[in-house]
């Protein structure tokens, strides 16, 4: 039987029964050696990476740039090409605040900034990398957004474009820079617009074969036939909430609504049927106070979700892989929560910020098997984990960490094959707030607990979700302020 076949065969039977088990992961050993990276290369400002057709070389973006990294020799990697603050020589340059970079077979498509930084530019860096040892920057696309995240595909560049009010994803042809299309979660129902902008952020976009997979946060995620991105339909969605209870939250509760589960759709990425869609889901813990001044921690980190979408009008759940344990899981604590993924063949390949990076079987989606985890939460933050090829007698996948501490940011590379580390580290001591839950519930005349930099006013900026950086609200100008200052700097 094949996967097609299966997620059928078991949605079906899913649907059939009066309530639905969701499994979670469950581990195993399979490997005598102990399970460690191959290879380590410190790349400041590191955040996603994403690796050639041939699994060679490795593209992180880096912040103020972007790194090109050879792995074919997985313990050496070794760097090719560094390019830090781009577009310097223009008058609003440097091009920085890049978290993003995708690849179009020989294209790099370089994207931001991933919040807003007034008076910096904002748009697509189009880079030839036929010969990545020296990367050829052939065009920049201006926009009035800036970029958090995208996808390139068959010439495409689909871009997150937070812009504070319908936070649409916009298609750009990428040689000429033409806007293709755009699509919004308010056009498919208007009721979002009564939803503040940054419950509904667009932060992230998975493509296959003109599918857009666009995970919405507390929206969802929503599948949108985009093979004519003018005429874009949607075709189904996940968990896509309800737009009329999240229409009336308060600056409070928003904040809470933000950080804590169910919602905060993250990433998303499909197999390579294009029927089995997994979903990231980034949360945290928030302190809350109680009318007899007690306080509890209410949420906590998220998992990656399996669905079925073999039938995208009718997406079936199959299973959770939980995230590892935090001692700490507030915001301002250690974060374990799901962060970016990979599928490759049978087998996903996940991050999990300081929780570190695993790999599972997943040829039964519907009982996910733990095959290797590793951790170094004093060192390592992982940004993402991403298959790179076979090697030798196994094979290698990478995976980015944005560093922690005074502890550098940099890129792994490890071993495709299952096994236990020696002497894991511990991620801190348990937590014993009994209260702990993953998923919030109603305390009645409850008050949260601001966090550090919160503000109490209203607010457009699509940055009071956490999912785009912490301070970002404090630091950088709400995104209309920053289009209006654009707007007039060009007048």
Aim: contains cysteine; charged residues 25%; aromatic residues 8%.
């Amino acid at each position: 039987m094949d996967r097609r076949q299966f997620l059928r065969s078991i949605g079906a039977s899913a649907v059939a029964a009066t309530t639905v088990s969701v499994a979670g992961s469950r581990p195993v050993t399979a490997h005598p050696g102990p399970f460690e990276p191959l290879g380590r290369i410190d790349i400041d400002g590191a955040k996603e990476a994403v690796v050639s057709a041939d699994g060679q070389t490795a593209f992180v973006a880096a912040t103020s740039g972007y790194a090109v990294v050879d792995i074919s020799a997985p313990d050496r990697p070794e760097l090719l090409a560094e390019r830090r603050d781009p577009l310097s020589d223009r008058e609003d340059g440097p091009f920085r605040g890049i978290y993003d970079v995708k690849l179009d077979g020989d294209t790099l498509l370089v994207v931001g900034p991933a919040n807003p930084i007034p008076g910096a530019p904002a748009g697509v860096l189009v880079v030839d990398v036929s010969d990545p040892a020296t990367p050829e920057e052939i065009a920049f696309h201006e926009t009035e957004f800036p970029i958090h995240n995208c996808f390139a595909a068959d010439g495409r560049a689909y871009l997150t474009a937070n812009d504070g009010d319908r936070n649409p994803l916009v298609v750009l042809d990428t040689d000429t820079g033409d806007e293709l299309g755009r699509w919004s979660v308010v056009s498919a129902d208007d009721r979002w617009a009564d939803v503040p902008a940054s419950v509904r952020s667009v932060h992230d976009v998975w493509v296959r074969e003109g599918v857009a997979h666009v995970a919405l946060w507390d929206a969802g995620t929503w599948l949108v036939d985009l093979s004519d991105p003018a005429s874009p339909s949607v075709l189904g969605s996940v968990s896509p909430g309800d737009p009329e209870e999240l229409s009336g939250l308060g600056a409070r509760d928003r904040r809470r609504e933000g950080r804590t589960p169910p919602g905060n759709h993250h990433y998303v990425a499909t197999d390579d049927s294009g029927d089995l869609l997994g979903v990231g889901i980034e949360s945290w813990a928030v302190e809350v106070e109680r009318d007899d001044g007690t306080t509890d921690l209410v949420g906590g980190p998220s998992g990656v979700e399996l669905w079925d979408v073999s039938d995208p009008a009718n997406p079936t759940i199959l299973s959770t892989i939980e995230p590892p344990t935090s001692p700490d899981p507030t915001v301002g604590g250690v974060w374990t929560t799901a962060h970016n993924f990979d599928f490759r063949d049978d087998r996903l390949y996940t991050s999990w910020y300081r929780g570190g990076v695993k790999r599972h079987d997943v040829s039964d989606p519907t009982d996910p098997v733990e095959l290797a985890w590793w951790r170094d939460p004093e060192r390592a933050s992982f940004w993402t984990a991403r298959y790179a090829y076979p090697f030798a007698d196994e094979g290698v996948f990478v995976a980015s960490s944005w560093g922690v501490g005074d502890a550098s940011p940099a890129l792994y590379t490890f071993p495709d094959h299952a096994g236990d580390q020696r002497d894991p580290p511990t991620l801190g001591p348990e937590t014993t707030t009994e209260s702990l839950v993953n998923t919030p519930t109603p305390i009645a005349n409850e008050t949260t607990t601001p966090e550090p930099g919160d503000e109490s006013s209203e607010s457009t900026s699509t940055t009071d979700a956490p999912g785009f950086g912490l301070g970002v609200g404090a630091a950088a100008l709400g995104v209309a302020g920053w289009l209006a200052r654009r707007h007039r700097r060009r007048d």
